[in-house]
């Protein structure tokens, strides 16, 4: 919904790329654009819900998409370890 996303959204349509939106909206103008749209989001219970639970699930959605494109390379199995390793221990174990 912000101009920089729409923006590089419509420059790739309109160069002829496959442009794959992920939006909690059907009818958001990135689903215009979008080749393939991917509905992502969460039920709001009220306009000033302060969780970000869209927002989470359409990282979820972006992150099992990264991993499909890149596949099981030994160089981005060690990445993804190190990355599981540093959200453990620096995110989660500090919160509990």
């Given at each position: 919904?912000?101009?920089?996303t729409l923006?590089?959204?419509r420059?790739?349509?309109?160069?002829?790329?496959?442009?794959?939106?992920?939006?909690?909206?059907a009818?958001s103008?990135l689903?215009?654009?979008?080749?393939?749209?991917?509905m992502?989001?969460?039920e709001?219970h009220?306009?000033?819900d302060?969780?970000?639970?869209?927002?989470?699930v359409?990282?979820?959605?972006l992150?099992?998409?990264h991993?499909a494109?890149t596949?099981?390379?030994p160089?981005?199995?060690?990445?993804?370890s190190?990355?599981?390793?540093?959200?453990l221990?620096?995110?989660v174990?500090?919160?509990q």
């Open positions: 919904m912000n101009s920089f923006g590089s959204a420059l790739a349509a309109d160069s002829g790329a496959t442009v794959i939106g992920v939006t909690s909206y009818k103008a689903a215009e654009v979008s080749t393939h749209t991917l992502a989001g969460a709001f009220a306009w000033n302060e969780l970000p639970i869209g927002n989470i359409q990282m979820l959605i992150s099992a998409l991993a494109v596949g099981n390379s160089e981005v199995v060690e990445a993804r190190a990355v599981f390793e540093e959200v221990h620096s995110i174990e500090d919160n």
